[in-house]
């Protein structure tokens, strides 16, 4: 017997969009668009008698914002939602603001042609929403109970985790669905004098300069979207843009990045597989490895890699990962020496310094 299909309710003020994203989301035999809704008090009746899996819901509404409708939705019934949201600079920082009041994923809604837009998402779009629907969403009160403190002290426990003979200089992360937030956590506690960083998270281009921006307001450490030439240095995190690879260099001096617009890897630009395969090869022993929530595979492979050139490599820990997806094939692969929750890594990356 087949599974039964993901029912996908699309709650967007534009007809265009909305038969858009209803053409491209029934041409995926696992999903179903069970309704669609021109504004969130519609959306909001259409809910119960669709009962949908998924929720696609525009930024922009009339009678209720998207970020009003979402607030309400994830206080009384949290279900999974995949934002669309335009790009431009006040859309950014409300999608960041999306992420933060618990939307799981993402979508680009282009301001011109917005048809032919959209389709050429095609492919992140049915991913997105499969994504959405495997989620484990938090309760409302989970997710007041985390709320980010900008600075908060590390928490080490030294006696819990095994030391390091090697402290690295390089420590990469890879994350999709539900990375964001364990980011934010993870990013926030950091030292000033913590090893540098880079991070792939799967994210449209539009969205990861403010999600940098984002990280660097609750963070002690400093990070930037990353910039081909980029020097790596202690407590500056570098974050790749939505729309390219990102890959260590050793130079004479240290470490640098370079960005390049090569092809999809695993069905991702930038690809986790691509990071860590560069940092296994150019940093080695000297470099850490961490592998977030998200769904699929990617990252895995370069993990064992990382693992088998003497890299430190870490899996997050089903428990609290939002998509068990990525570090489970990595656990598969027996890619990393410790499987850790997001409040492990920080101690973690705490006992580096001591």
Known sequence: MLPPKIRVLIIDDSAIA???????????????????????????????????????????????????FLERLMSSKPMPVVMVSAY???????????????ALEIIEKPRIDV??????????????????????????????HQQVIPGRRIRSNA?????????????????STGGTDSLREILAELSPET???LIVQHMPKAFTTSFAK???????IRVKEAVSGDRLEPGLAL???????????????????????????????????????????NAGIDSMGILLTGMGSDGAKGLLQMRQKGAWTIAQEESSCVVYGMPRVAVELQAPREVLNPQQIIERLGLLLH
Do not use: W
């Open 88 to 102: 431009t600079a006040e859309g950014s920082e409300t999608a960041m603001k999306a992420l933060e009041l618990g």
């Open 18 to 68: 909305r038969n858009t994203l209803s053409r491209i989301l029934e041409t995926d035999p696992e999903i179903q668009v069970v309704g669609t809704a021109p504004d969130a008090l519609i959306g909001l009746r259409k809910i119960s008698e669709c009962l949908p899996d998924v929720l696609t819901l525009d930024v922009e509404m009339p009678k209720m914002d998207g970020l009003t």
């Open 115 to 144: 048809s032919s837009g959209l389709q050429d998402l095609a492919l992140q779009i049915t991913d997105k929403v499969k994504a959405a629907a495997q989620a484990k969403l938090k309760t409302p009160q989970q997710r007041f």
């Open 214 to 220: 984002n990280l660097d307001r609750v963070s002690k």
């Open 195 to 197: 090893p540098g960083i």
């Open 239 to 281: 974050l790749s843009p939505g729309d390219q690879h990102l890959e260590l260099r050793r130079e004479a001096y240290g470490y640098c990045v370079e960005l390049n617009s090569g092809a999809l890897f695993n069905r991702h630009r930038p690809s986790v597989d691509v990071l860590f395969d560069s940092v296994a090869q």
């Open 159 to 175: 006696s819990q985790l095994p030391r390091i003979a090697n402290t690295p200089n390089v420590i990469a992360f890879g994350a």
